[in-house]
């Protein structure tokens, strides 16, 4: 069993920075791969934004937050972090983390564990 809960989300004008974090619980963190994900409206799907393999040694992102967006992992502290920059209006979400089993897991069917979100919003 993991528990994950978000945090960092807050309002930012456009160009601005974030840094999200995933905390978790459990001495099982390092087995999974970890990705975020992001739901812009409700009702929405959530879609991808990145992932990270167990290690932390391989990285990959959706096209649209490619360039901007850094995802990152340190096992020592159970935690998985999204570095955003030069946010757009566009990027104004939901934004969770999840962890799966597996590495490259783009769909949320693949992720066993989700944590409760924690909202993003750019300001034009």
């Known amino acids: 069993q993991v528990q994950l809960v978000e945090s960092g989300g807050g309002l930012v004008q456009a160009g601005g920075s974030l840094r999200l974090s995933c905390a978790a619980s459990g001495r099982t963190f390092s087995s999974y791969a970890m990705g975020w994900f992001r739901r812009q409206a409700p009702g929405k799907e959530r879609e991808f934004v990145a992932?990270?393999?167990?290690?932390?040694?391989?990285?990959y992102y959706a096209d649209s937050v490619k360039d901007r967006f850094t995802v990152s992992r340190d096992n020592a502290k159970n935690t998985v972090f999204l570095q955003m920059d030069s946010l757009k209006p566009e990027d104004t979400a939901v934004y969770y983390c999840?962890?799966?089993?597996?590495?490259?897991?783009?769909?949320?069917?693949?992720?066993?564990?989700w944590g409760q979100g924690t909202q993003v919003t750019v300001s034009s």
């Open positions: 999840g962890a799966a089993l597996r590495y490259y897991q783009t769909s949320t069917t693949a992720y066993n564990y």
């Open positions: 992932g990270i393999s167990q290690s932390g040694g391989y990285t």
